[in-house]
T-cell receptor
Framework: AQKITQTQPGMFVQEKEAVTLDCTYDTSDQSYGLFWYKQPSSGEMIFLIYQGSYDEQNATEGRYSLNFQKARKSANLVISASQLGDSAMYFCAMTLMNTGFQKLVFGTGTRLLVSP | DVKVTQSSRYLVKRTGEKVFLECVQDMDHENMFWYRQDPGLGLRLIYFSYDVKMKEKGDIPEGYSVSREKKERFSLILESASTNQTSMYLC??????????????FGEGSWLTVV
């Protein structure tokens, strides 16, 4: 069965610094997708970045990049130049591409606090 | 602008009550999902539906049922609410086919307290 592990319940970073949020995954499938979402205190889920298992380049979206290490089964999120508005919960998630019905499996999340 | 709407954001219900959580999407999506979110546990899938009147159990279906009579609406039902169902519930929808990129749309969440 597929599983996502986020080992950091909370992280602190100073404004303008970079921060890495860890995510490891477990699946025996070769074809899968990895997602990162941000959830502010309001509760909405905001899509940040996506990496397909066959993508050779690490995904980047503005200040977000995904450090994809397939052999280690890790998909860490790197936020460069943190901003106060980055304070939120962050979830890593995975879906398998060859299942009939697509669904996401989420990790337990990391709460990021950005201080001035 | 695409939208997934959860009709109730904050509810307080009594133990034993029947509770309906409604989710409506305006994107003609085939797939709809109900997740439950608890601190330290992340999001866990309760049920999902891939077509009208079709449903599949997720990882934690016990104590819940669902209804999808129309394509745009997916209801989560707590037949007899219990205090351990106090949680935040998130609805999501997608088109059929591969999930990739920004293709999953979430509602804003429903915070349910059972007293």
């Amino acid at each position: 069965a597929q599983k996502i592990t986020q080992t950091q319940p909370g992280m602190f970073v100073q404004e303008k610094e970079a921060v890495t949020l860890d995510c490891t995954y477990d699946t025996s499938d070769q074809s899968y997708g990895l997602f990162w979402y941000k959830q502010p205190s309001s509760g909405e889920m905001i899509f940040l970045i996506y990496q397909g298992s066959y993508d050779e380049q690490n995904a980047t979206e503005g200040r977000y990049s995904l450090n994809f290490q397939k052999a280690r089964k890790s998909a860490n999120l790197v936020i460069s130049a943190s901003q106060l508005g980055d304070s939120a919960m962050y979830f890593c998630a995975m879906t398998l591409m060859n299942t009939g019905f697509q669904k996401l499996v989420f990790g337990t999340g990391t709460r990021l606090l950005v201080s001035p | 602008d695409v939208k997934v709407t959860q009709s109730s954001r904050y509810l307080v219900k009594r133990t034993g009550e029947k509770v309906f959580l409604e989710c409506v999407q305006d994107m003609d999506h085939e797939n709809m999902f109900w997740y439950r979110q608890d601190p330290g546990l992340g999001l866990r899938l309760i049920y999902f539906s891939y077509d009208v009147k079709m449903k599949e159990k997720g990882d934690i279906p016990e104590g819940y049922s669902v209804s999808r009579e129309k394509k745009e609406r997916f209801s989560l039902i707590l037949e007899s609410a219990s205090t351990n169902q106090t949680s935040m519930y998130l609805c999501a929808s997608t088109l059929s086919g591969e999930l990739s990129g920004n293709t999953i749309y979430f509602g804003e969440g429903s915070w349910l307290t059972v007293v």
